[in-house]
């Protein structure tokens, strides 16, 4: 009873605290609230009237309320709003929602190579019809990036031997002081920012030059032009390319150091609705636990509408992980990636005496020798004599624990399991005692190559933390070094799932699969501004391209996947990409093993999704699933609305569309998804959802093949599909029944194959709702 008091007791102080931290937020949003008033076309009940009076009114009251307007994708407005007239005009007609405006944040050469490698270990899904993936192919795709700016004078950006830009494009180039139109070419044809005044207004101050680094990254990662050369110092030198390097990339900036502001978000999917964007590409998003509703989220909703006119979204899956249920920015609409590790390690040794090696890790540029001669202690024997120094925190090396004259010229090991304090913070305790080399013990941080410039320093497992203990322990005199750091490449195994990748079930749709698939975020090297002291090491010039990790970085790897598929089938919707990439992904490591987690267990579809997406495989899936717009208008009924906001929602209802009588979250089980999602079943219970196929190839006959747990009872029925010149999209019922109630959620996959393609879809069935 005491452990129930106990869990009860935090349960409500966390739920209390998420929500002081919602307040918060929404207390920084300087009284804007956004008005949603649904599709931009839908002029049948006066939309359009009803948003041009609203806003007139506000105008009339104070110049500056409006602080954007959305009229291209979808309509609506923020404006500088009491609570009050917020109220007031969540009920006049026309208005869907209104809602303050939220804060959202970053999700913060080798990865292209080591994906197509893991393509190439596969068997084929099918031809790739001549193409060849690192080709510069995609040059009439555009790649929409909504974050932090950009550098425009990165050799990534270059428009050297590109063609003209399609006279489709009708983006601009926002000028400030510090970005000229000529900034733009045919490679970045197009640049915005939002700052807090509507464009109709006086010229926006502030400017799309990135002063953060982030949108530089990952607009190379996606669609960065070849550059050979590249490398952070010497490390992982190679040539960095994006996904898709012949695309072109329009930067919207909704990004600033306050964050990432809702309705700068929604403005910029309506401008790129406009401007004529391919693909749609946000390594940002909520928090998890914090993710708002449909009808206040401005992600989602400006993805819908995006989606609609036939624009792929791609966003991050957050960096809340290996929590379950953190997983964000899952409405069916969008494709949700998580993040792996690539077959490359930052190895930074420690040699101890007899010339004993530690393979630790993280990125340092020291000058040690390669002898050891120098002191070693741990942090626990290094202890302040003040009194109220635990030995705990001496262990962990926290602020004012350790004793200078104890510390002064060694290397000092410390512990990092507590999380009390940043690792940045240990480190500093270390060098303002006259420490000489940093050991800091942390399994999760062993794996994203954390970066100490020029000081000598590495990261351990606890493992080897225990082997360096017991030499400290049974020495007299215990010497080490710390040696400078090297690339290690073809390391196995790879992929594994990054330690701090968000993890489904989605907390709102369990029916619903999140993340739909996962890709390079570990460690990633892309371009970086060229001004970023901050980032240089001592004695050299900023780095003119960076290795960071999240799955801010494994986006746009997808998103460059899907603008490339997009270029070679240019009729394809955006559902079908997404298919595309979601049933042709791999599920195995470069040990032809199932991929695991950080911690060594078989990762599931709550980890990975589909698996790790597949370049080459994506370009020629065989078959795909198409998910409908009508899909998605029954998804809308399943969460609660009916038939009146929809039809304001979107412009695609049928005059005779009705939601179902009996619609749940468990009808989200019948949207023709890729994955499977089925919750709520009884022991000896059958329940049935219903998939339809589309042949994106030539006539075959494929036979499906199921992988099953202990205790659950499958079945496909018809088992066997005959696609031919009349019978394109064939549908297929799957029955699932539990013998048992299961003790965890029970994870399995379908696929389709013939003689040249796998087409896969994982599931999971749980008793939960």
């Known amino acids: 009873m005491k452990d129930i008091a106990l869990f009860l007791c935090f349960y409500l102080f966390l739920v209390s605290f998420l929500r002081e931290s919602n307040a918060v937020s929404q207390e920084k949003n ?5 008005v949603y008033m649904g599709a931009a076309d839908a002029s049948k009940d006066g939309t359009k009237n009803h948003q041009a009076e609203l806003m007139s009114s506000l105008i009339k009251r104070k110049k500056d309320a409006v602080v954007h307007s959305y ?17 007031s005009i969540a009920q006049r007609p026309g208005v869907i929602s209104v809602f303050p405006d939220p804060i959202l944040q970053l999700h913060t050469t080798r990865s292209w190579d080591f994906l197509q490698y893991q393509a190439d270990v596969e068997i084929r899904s099918g031809p790739i019809s001549g193409s060849d993936y690192s080709s510069p192919k995609g040059t009439d795709t555009i790649i929409g990036i909504l974050d932090t700016g950009i550098w425009p004078e990165s050799e990534s950006f270059s428009d050297n031997e590109m063609s003209e830009v399609p006279s489709r494009w009708k983006g601009t180039c926002m000028e400030s002081q510090d970005f000229s139109s000529s900034k733009c070419n045919k490679k970045l044809v197009g640049a915005r920012f939002y700052d807090g005044s509507d464009d109709k207004g006086p010229k926006p101050s502030g400017s799309v030059r990135d002063q953060n680094g982030h949108g530089t990254h990952v607009a190379s990662t996606a669609a960065g032009n070849p550059v050979s050369g590249a490398s952070y110092y010497g490390l992982a030198s190679g040539t960095a390319k994006g996904g898709s390097p012949g695309s072109r990339i329009a930067m919207y900036r909704v990004c600033t150091s306050d964050g990432c502001r809702g309705s700068a978000i929604m403005k910029a999917f309506d401008d790129a609705i406009a401007d004529g964007v391919d693909v749609l590409s946000l390594s940002l998003g909520s928090s998890s636990g914090l993710e708002p509703e449909f009808s206040s989220d401005p992600i989602a909703i400006g993805a819908f509408h995006a989606v609609e006119k036939g624009i792929l979204v791609v966003c991050s899956a957050g960096n809340d992980g290996p929590d379950a249920r953190s997983v964000v920015n899952v409405a069916p609409w969008i494709l949700t ?39 070693l202690i741990s942090g626990d024997l290094a202890k302040s004599g003040d009194n109220g120094v635990s030995e705990k925190n001496a262990r962990s090396c926290n602020p004012d624990s350790l004793d200078e004259k104890k510390v002064k010229g060694k290397i000092v090991l410390c ?10 913070m240990k480190l500093s305790e270390v060098r303002s005692k006259g420490g000489i080399g940093f050991i800091l013990v942390d399994d999760n941080a062993r794996t994203v190559a954390p970066k100490f410039k020029s000081f000598p320093a590495a990261v351990v497992t606890e493992k080897d933390s225990n ?14 070094s710390v040696l400078p750091t090297v690339s290690i490449t073809k390391y196995k195994p790879a992929p594994v799932v990054a330690y701090f990748s968000s993890r489904g079930p989605s ?11 996962t890709a390079p975020g570990v460690a990633i090297l892309a371009a970086w501004p060229g001004n970023d002291t901050k980032e240089a090491v001592v004695g050299q010039e900023p780095p003119l391209f960076n290795i960071i990790s999240g799955t801010s970085m494994s986006c746009p790897h997808v998103s460059g996947i899907a603008a490339f598929v997009k270029a070679q089938n240019p009729s394809w919707s955006p559902s079908t990409i997404k298919s595309a990439i979601m049933t042709t992904a791999i599920q195995t490591n470069n040990l032809k093993a199932p991929i695991t987690t950080n911690s060594g267990s078989a990762a599931t579809p709550y980890d990975i999704g589909s698996g790790e997406a597949s370049p080459s495989s994506a370009l020629n899936p065989g078959l795909v699933y198409e998910t409908t717009a009508a899909d998605y208008l029954q998804f809308l009924c399943s969460i609660g609305y009916d038939k009146s906001k929809i039809k304001l929602i979107s412009n695609t209802v049928p005059n005779d569309f009705s939601c179902p009588t009996n619609s749940s979250s468990e009808s989200v ?19 049935k959802v219903t998939r339809t196929l589309t042949n994106v190839a030539e006539e075959a006959t494929y036979t499906a093949s199921i992988k099953a747990p202990a205790g659950l009872e499958v079945q496909v029925i018809p088992n066997k599909l005959v696609f031919t010149s009349n019978s394109k999209k064939l549908s297929y019922e799957v029955s699932f029944k539990v013998s048992s109630k299961p003790k965890e959620d029970l994870f399995g996959l379908i696929t389709w194959t013939n003689s040249k393609y796998n087409v896969q879809s994982p599931y999971v069935v749980t008793t939960d709702l």
């Open 415 to 424: 512990d990092n399991r507590d999380g009390e304090y940043p690792a940045s």
């Open 467 to 480: 082997e360096i203990l017991s030499y400290i322990n049974s020495t007299k005199n215990p010497v080490a």
């Open 337 to 375: 990636v998580a993040a792996t590790t690539l077959d490359r390690d930052f190895e930074t040794d420690i040699v101890l005496g007899g010339n004993k090696l530690i393979k630790g890790g993280g990125i340092s540029f020291g000058n040690l020798t390669k002898s050891p001669v120098y002191p």
């Open 30 to 34: 300087n009284g804007v609230y956004i």
């Open 507 to 517: 907390y709102n749709t369990p029916n619903l699969l999140k993340p739909d698939i």
């Open 71 to 87: 009229n291209n994708g979808f309509t609506g407005f923020a404006a500088r709003l009491s609570e009050a007239e917020a109220k």
């Open 669 to 687: 089980s019948q949207m023709n998804y890729p994955s499977i999602g089925v919750s709520n079943i009884k022991e000896n219970e059958t329940k």
